[in-house]
């Protein structure tokens, strides 16, 4: 199970924008590229998380910071986030919170 998990976190995080910028063909898999990513959990998968990737194996796969959902963070102009977190309504606020301020 856990195998699975890792495996699906790491899927996760390999995606990258299109050739388009994610215009028309949206997100594919790619293994020739690497976009930097933030990494962006709630506690509920940060639980996940922990025991199936380590910081390094973060590094590997692209992401230069990894944050949580719910902390107080910083724009970071050009780079893309990835949401790893519990669907809940505060959740999802938070999410359009971010996008309306254009932190990623």
Known sequence: LREAQKHAIEKML????????????????????LTWKCFIYDKFCQDIIAPLLKIGSLRQHGVTLHLQL??????????AACYFVEPTEANIARIAADCGSGLY
């Open 14 to 33: 390999k995606l990258e924008l299109d050739e388009a910028g994610g215009r028309g063909g949206g997100w594919q898999d790619r293994k020739s590229t």
């Open 70 to 79: 719910h902390a107080d963070r910083s724009k970071v102009p050009d780079v």
